[in-house]
């Protein structure tokens, strides 16, 4: 084997313990990311829809639901669904989802319910 197949082969071999980490979609926290980070990072926003979501962020507080982003006038569900695997609530990775603290306690109990006893 020469050496530009050997490093051919070698690079194709890195292709793919690389390639798994360029699939993981860039998430943005749209409870602190700033208009310009909105707008680089999200589909379908620009500059002005950016700074409405900043601007609702700041009149109501934080959003509790990645489905809330559609309070923010100009921006509808087709927006939302194009965007949800890139926003998130928190910067912790427990908060990727969007899902409620209800939600997951919730969710939590129904687990528990439907486990079998182990006593």
């Known amino acids: ?21 360029m699939a993981m979609p860039i998430t943005v926290n749209i409870n602190n990311a700033d208009a310009e980070t909105l707008t680089k990072q999200l589909k379908g926003i620009g500059p002005s829809r950016a700074a409405a979501i900043v601007e609702y962020r700041e009149k109501n507080g934080p959003f509790a639901e990645i489905e809330d982003i559609v309070l923010v006038k100009g921006i509808g569900w087709k927006t939302m669904e194009a965007n949800r695997e890139s926003i998130r609530l928190r910067d912790d990775d427990s908060e990727l989802t969007g899902q409620s603290g209800k939600d997951k306690e919730s969710s939590a109990k129904s687990a528990e319910a439907m486990a079998p006893d182990t006593d």
């Not at 050496?3 to 313990?17: G, R």
């Open 1 to 21: 084997m020469n050496k530009n197949s050997w490093i051919l082969s070698l690079l194709f071999a890195l292709s793919f313990m690389v390639s798994p980490l």
